[in-house]
Structure formats: C-alpha cells, structure tokens
C-alpha cells in the first residue's frame, strides 16, 4: 500500500510537537479520514517508530518523549524560508545572536541533500542585509527576560538610560515587545512617569521579573502605540500637509512610523518630522495628488530645488 512519505512525516512531526493527540485531531490537521490517520499509525509503527496507542472513546496518540526525528527533509520552499530566516537574524542587533544562526546553518547543512546546501550557499553570498549598527547591540537575555515578562504579564524592574545618557530607575508594566524600523522598542505603563512609554531595548542596562502581575488592556495596539511616539521625536523640520477625508483613509497612503495625524473639519493635518527638508521634499512628490502643503514655508524653495535638479537630470538624457 502507498502511504506518502510527507504525509508520514507529518503525522511524527504532529506527535513531536503535542504531547498527546487524538486520531480526530491528527485528521482534522491533515484533512484527512480517522481510518486513514489509523493507517499512517501503524504504518510508522512498523518503521520502528515508538508511538503509543492509547485505546477507547477517550483514546489518542503519545510519541515517546526520548525519540528523536530523523535528518530534516526540506522541500526548496522550505529551504528558502529557513535561510532568509536566519539571515535575517543579523538586523535583530542581539549579541550572540550571529554565532548562534551560523551553528544552526552548519547543523541544518549536515542533514540536507548537496543541493540544497548550494542553494543556501548562494543565498548567503547574494542577499544583502542591513549591516548592523553597534551602538544598537543589547542583550539577547534582556529580551527574552522582557519576552517572558510580557507573556506572564509580570512587572519588571529596569535601569534605563535615556537619550541624554541620564539612568533612571523605574518600574514598568510590559505590554508589548515591538521590532520597527530596526530598531527594539518596549511598550508599557511606566509607574515612575504614571503614563504610557516607549522604551528603546537597547537603553535598558539591567532588568529584574518582578512577582507582580498586572493586567493589559485587551484592546491595546502595540504597534500602533510605537509608530506615533517614533513619529513625535523631536527632529529639526516638521511638515504639515493637509488631505481630504479621515485619519483611517488617510494613514494607509503614509509610510508607518513617520507621522502624526489631527482630524480637523477641512480634512486631517498631517505631520512629518525630519533632519532634512530636501529630502522631505522628494517624499512629497513621490506622493499621490489630492493634498495641499501648509508649511513650514522654506518648504516651497526646497521643492522648487528637488524639481530643478530632476529636470535638469532630464534634460541631460534627452538626445
């Protein structure tokens, strides 16, 4: 009888993953029949694999904790998706973390077929990944501290050093850990302000899980929260441009992170704050009509700059 052998394979992966599973269950995750599941039981079974049969109306399916899965099995896809990955590991900015992505390819290429392996070759020569900044390197330990604070909801006790190098001492209550624009970003009610902050990871010097537990309102939005605090840091040009309709119309044609919006009767100010007013000019024109620019007023001159150099780059192209 033909059984497929990824079908197999899921059905071991199923087992190692659940402690205990039910022959409806392990059906209903591979779409298929109870009979069927039965078969692919027994099947694995006769492979040597030790898979405990519990009988009855209650019964189900236990994998002995002590086997271990055979060498991976990658499709290309898969091969793919694992590689980009771990490449993409190097712009987390976790210390270790690098050293501990390059054993994990080395394990993985030791069971893949010689193929494979070329491929993930090729793509760690080919793609290129942000380089990392060292000023932004934290802990990995502090962020699974934070990580397991966040899902226990406990209180933690942080040292933390601000943008003017000051070291405060607060307690916080972690509602979300937010990785934006490469950059870690804590989110949570900071008992020393009594209000709402947004903690920069790598600022945090020392982190202590507190007994405490708190409780997170259900319909917070983390990432929501960081896009509008990265959007108030203070920068040297803020830019405000007016466009028809609301603030849920208007957000989707932004880039995250770089605004704030006020619903007003005429339609929503927007404002977008930058270190360099030419640079905002380009943005502006790259954007779909429909708006107006309110200010600030050099902002004319600067669009007037950015055009004349793009038709002068036209004009230099033109036969």
């Known amino acids: 009888m033909y059984y497929p052998s990824t ?4 059905v071991l992966e199923l087992l190692q993953a659940h402690p205990r599973l039910t022959g ?10 109870g009979r069927t599941v039965r ?16 009988k009855g109306r209650y019964g189900g399916y236990r994998l002995d904790q002590k086997f271990k899965l055979p060498p991976l099995v990658f499709q290309s896809d898969e091969v793919l998706a694992v590689t980009l990955g771990l490449l993409f590991t190097r712009r987390l900015h976790l210390t270790g973390i690098q050293d501990a992505s390059e054993r994990v390819m080395q394990k993985i290429e030791q069971v893949m077929p010689q193929r494979l392996v070329d491929q993930m070759t090729i793509l ?12 932004y390197d934290l802990s990995a330990d502090i962020v699974l501290n934070m990580s397991q604070a966040v899902h226990d909801q406990n209180s933690i006790w942080i040292e933390y050093g601000d943008r003017t190098r000051q070291t405060t001492s607060r307690k916080v209550d972690p509602y979300a850990l937010v990785f934006m624009l490469g950059m ?4 949570g009610y900071c008992h020393l302000r009594l209000d709402m902050r947004t903690f920069r990871v790598d600022r945090v010097q020392s982190l202590k899980v507190m007994m405490a537990q708190f409780e997170k309102p259900a319909d917070f939005d983390a990432n929501r929260f960081v896009e509008d605090a990265i959007a108030r840091t203070p920068n040297i040009w803020t830019v405000e441009l007016l466009f028809p309709g609301t603030i849920e119309e208007v957000r989707p044609k932004l880039p995250k992170a770089v605004a704030t ?16 007013i030419d640079q905002m000019a380009r943005f502006i024109l790259q954007l779909e009509s429909g708006f107006k620019v309110v200010g600030p007023p050099e902002m004319e001159n600067a669009l007037k700059r950015v055009i004349a150099k793009s038709d002068a780059l036209i004009k230099s192209m033109t036969p």
Do not use: C, H
Request: hydrophobic share 40%; charged share 35%.
């Open 39 to 54: 078969r692919y039981i027994m099947r694995l079974q006769e492979l040597g694999i030790p898979i405990e049969t519990e």
């Open 184 to 187: 870690w970003y804590l989110v």
């Open 24 to 33: 409806a269950e392990i059906a209903e995750r591979l779409e298929v029949d």
């Open 124 to 135: 760690n020569r080919v793609v290129e990944m942000e380089p990392q900044d060292d000023w």
């Open 7 to 10: 079908r197999l394979f899921s």
């Open 261 to 276: 919006y006020e619903q007003r009767p005429d339609g929503v100010l927007v404002r977008i704050k930058s270190p360099n």
